[in-house]
């Protein structure tokens, strides 16, 4: 009989284990990471998605104390995309008359919305196939507009919201 010497035929062998041990490890190192990085994109989005909500909230709740002057608020004219600078405090400090009221509430929607959302923009207008209106908030370079006229806008003519769109919908009275 003769006896194999184990030692000699696994000669080389400890290292190989230890490569593809590596090996292993580096993959499940990359998985994680790349998992890591997608939670902590999606968590911005959340937080966007949070903070816009609690604007189109508040638009709603300002435009139906203000309900006399309802059309003002869907007039394009009222939601600007220019920047302002600070925060308004005409109605603050004094009373306003409703028409007043209504610009005022508009210039501070625009500024919650400049300051808390990257390239964030606002606009109310009748909803797309609806009687009601719809407020739309946009960031990161989609526009708060229901369009077909590109593929940064909210949403499409039928009220759907376009693929890839950094925006969300409220529909309101």
Request: charged share 15%; net charge negative.
């Amino acid at each position: 009989m003769h006896y194999i010497n184990s030692r000699r035929m696994q000669k080389g062998v400890g290292m190989m284990e230890i490569l593809a041990a590596v090996l292993v490890l580096a993959v499940g190192v990359l998985g994680f990471a790349s998992l890591q990085v997608r939670a902590v994109q999606a968590s911005g989005e959340a937080y966007f998605r949070s903070q816009s909500s609690a604007i189109a909230l508040d638009l709603a709740e300002r435009v139906r104390v203000n309900d006399t002057q309802r059309s003002k608020y869907l007039l394009a004219a009222t939601w600007p995309t220019a920047a302002i600078s600070a925060a308004p405090t005409a109605c603050i400090t004094a009373s306003c008359t409703p028409a007043a009221q209504a610009t005022f509430d508009a210039q501070e929607i625009i500024y919650d919305v400049q300051t808390l959302l990257p390239q964030g923009e606002v606009n109310m207008e009748p909803c797309k196939g609806s009687a009601v209106n719809c407020i739309y908030i946009g960031w990161n370079g989609t526009h708060a507009t229901a369009s077909a006229a590109g593929p940064n806008q909210c949403v499409d003519d039928n009220g759907k919201y376009v693929d890839g769109a950094q925006c969300i919908m409220m529909e309101t009275f």
